[in-house]
């Protein structure tokens, strides 16, 4: 009876590491929806019922769909290098043909509706702030646009993250627009994502190894391993 007890015991722990497991994904995703107020629209997503955080687009490349569309572009973005790409494949390029898809701009507001957290992304679902004269089917309409940014870490990664860290990472594609335009103060130890989420991305990139140097139009910004050592 003792060793079936202890059997049982051991299944119980078992189950409940796994659980603990598992449930790493749903706790960033209540996490970094709690960092923000998300926003709520109406059914179609041509009508804001509730405004949540604005955000302020901090890269271009970004491609969107009309709100209404059942299709929605998955826009990648590399979290090391900030670069945005779509997914590549046949659907994408069916989908690059489409007359009411567009590019959106850096500088464009976007309120965001929905976050998700795989084992390896997380990915936020945007609406623009404001609405265009669309053509549609011949006749002009007024229209919001979505995009999905889908921000690629790899599991361990992602799993090692919490919300904060998450938040530094994505804000370097978009950001709160309090965020953005608030002061822009770069400090020492800095790391390049955190510079670049100040500043931006920058115009030259010298890379010597362990030294690296950011070059903007007026500021050079020099990190050591990764890390800013000096600001001229």
Known sequence: MR????ISTLVVVGLSGVTRAA????????????????TKASMDRLRITEPGTVFVLKSEGVRADLATDMTLYA???????G?????????????????????LAAGEEMYLYEIDVSDKEVRYKLLTAKSYQVN??????EMRYKALLVFQFGQEVLQAL???EVAKMTSTVFAPREQVNAPKTVSLGQ?????????????TILDLGQK????????????IDGKVSDVQ
């Open 75 to 81: 826009n990648k973005v590399n979290v090391e290098s």
């Open 136 to 141: 549609v089917k011949g006749s002009t309409k």
């Open 191 to 203: 790391t390049r994502v955190e510079v670049e989420a100040i500043l931006g991305k920058p115009d």
């Open 3 to 6: 060793s079936v007890f202890l």
């Open 212 to 223: 690296v140097t950011y070059v903007y139009k007026n500021l050079r910004v020099i990190f």
């Open 23 to 38: 449930d790493w994904k749903d706790d960033l995703q209540k996490a970094l929806s709690g960092t923000y107020k998300i």
């Open 162 to 164: 919490g919300a904060t």
């Open 83 to 103: 670069e945005v790409a779509q997914a590549g494949g046949l659907a994408v390029g069916l989908l690059g043909g489409k007359e009411t898809s567009r590019a």
